[in-house]
C-alpha cells in the first residue's frame, strides 16, 4: 500500500518560499557570523558601541555571538532543526532591532557588526527594515517546517 499525498500548486508554492526564505536567511546569518569571527578586534569594538552590555561581558559576547550566529545558519542550511534554529534566528534579529533602536534614540552612531562600515548607509530604517524581513522570514519557516 503506497501512501500518495497530493500538493496543490499554492503549497508547493509556500513550500518553495519557505526553503528559499531559510537559505537566504542561512546566508545572513553565516556570511554575518564569518565577517564577525574574522575581525574579532572589530566585533568587540561593534559591541562595546553599543553601549548595552556591561564592560565585563563584552568580550564573552563578542566571542559567543559569530558563533552563534554561523551555527544558526548551518542548521538553517543544511535544515536540520529547522524550526528551533528559526525561532533563535528571529530571536537574535529582534534583539538586534532593539539594540540597533536603542542606540539610535541615544544619539550613537555605530557600526552594525555586519561588515557594513559606512555609517551613513547603516541607518536605523534601513536596519530594521531588513530585519523585519528576516524575522518574517523566520516566522515563514517555522511555520511551513511545522509536521503535518
Known sequence: MTNTRT????????DVLGVLSRLVLAAVLLISGVIKALDARETI????????????????????????????????L???????????????????????????????SIDCGAGVHDREA???????LASATYIAGTGFSCKLFRRR
Open 122 to 128: 547603516t541607518t536605523v530604517a534601513r536596519v530594521a
Open 78 to 108: 543544511i535544515g536540520l532543526a529547522t524550526r528551533l534554529a528559526a525561532v533563535l534566528a528571529a530571536v537574535v534579529m529582534v534583539v538586534f532591532v532593539a539594540a540597533v533602536t536603542s542606540a539610535a534614540a541615544r544619539g550613537l
Open 45 to 76: 569594538v561593534a559591541v562595546r558601541a553599543y553601549q548595552l552590555v556591561p564592560e565585563s561581558l563584552v568580550g564573552a559576547v563578542a566571542a559567543v555571538l559569530p558563533y552563534l550566529e554561523i551555527a544558526l545558519g548551518l542548521l538553517l
Open 7 to 14: 500538493v496543490s500548486r499554492g503549497g508547493r508554492i509556500r
